[in-house]
Nanobody
Framework: QVRVVESGGGFVQAGGSLRLSCSASGTIFTADEMGWYRRAPGKQRELVASITSGDSTNYSDSVKGRFTISRGNVKNTVVLQMNSLKAEDTAVYYC????????????WGQGTQVTVSS
């Protein structure tokens, strides 16, 4: 069973930085894509950044130039480096791992809270 676990959330002042890590374990297969989503209070969940197995990246316009997603050294791990944080970045951040074969489904973590004070 694939298990997705996030770590690294917390509280930071505006302008500061945080680093989120995510690991999808319990499988010998490589995720086709992994990404970070967030849900702010009263808003829908939105994509923050994603990276494919071929290292193609995609970012929300709101975080371009401030956040960087990268693959970790261990298979099925990703890191989200968040710099120049703003109050509007406050949200629960969820890691997502997509496996087309053999599972043909997504797996989600439980989420980690990021709070940015203005």
């Amino acid at each position: 069973q694939v298990r997705v676990v996030e770590s690294g959330g917390g509280f930071v002042q505006a302008g500061g930085s945080l680093r989120l890590s995510c690991s999808a374990s319990g499988t010998i297969f490589t995720a086709d894509e992994m990404g970070w989503y967030r849900r702010a209070p009263g808003k829908q969940r939105e994509l923050v950044a994603s990276i494919t197995s071929g290292d193609s990246t995609n970012y929300s316009d709101s975080v371009k130039g401030r956040f960087t997603i990268s693959r970790g050294n261990v298979k099925n791990t990703v890191v989200l480096q968040m710099n120049s944080l703003k109050a509007e970045d406050t949200a629960v951040y969820y890691c997502n791992a997509q496996f087309r074969r053999p599972y043909d489904r997504d797996y989600w973590g439980q989420g980690t809270q990021v709070t940015v004070s203005s």
